[in-house]
Nanobody, 124 residues
Framework: QVQLVESGGGLVSPGDSLTLSCVAS????????MGWFRQRPGTEREFVVA????????YYGNDVKGRFTMSREIPKNTVYLHMNYLNVEDTAMYYC?????????????????WGQGTQVTVST
């Protein structure tokens, strides 16, 4: 049974940094394209970043390019989202998603597995 568990969210100030973690079980992240999405109340789930399963390509959403970085640690079966220069518009619930051998889709509908999410709040 595939399970994704996110952690690391919290309340931070504008300009701060935060790193989210997503620990996978029941699967090997090296066989899955992994993505991070975020969702604000009343809006659709928004693409943040996705890493292709072979890790040769990573795609970033325009709003986070240059500020966020995705990485993975295969021995720990964990992917990370390193977020820098956070602003209030980054406030959202952040979700980790997995798609077996996928091309790192930007659409959330292409991902088979999801975590429960971790809340990030950026406030003055």
């Amino acid at each position: 049974q595939v399970q994704l568990v996110e952690s690391g969210g919290g309340l931070v100030s504008p300009g701060d940094s935060l790193t989210l973690s997503c620990v996978a079980s029941g699967m090997n992240i090296s066989d899955y394209s992994m993505g991070w999405f975020r969702q604000r109340p009343g809006t659709e789930r928004e693409f943040v970043v996705a890493m292709k399963w072979q890790a040769e390509t990573t795609y970033y959403g325009n709003d986070v390019k240059g500020r966020f970085t995705m990485s993975r640690e295969i021995p720990k079966n964990t992917v990370y989202l390193h977020m820098n220069y956070l602003n209030v518009e980054d406030t959202a619930m952040y979700y980790c998603a997995a798609d077996p051998y996928g091309p790192a889709w930007r659409s959330p509908y292409e991902y088979d597995y999801w975590g429960q999410g971790t809340q990030v709040t950026v406030s003055t």
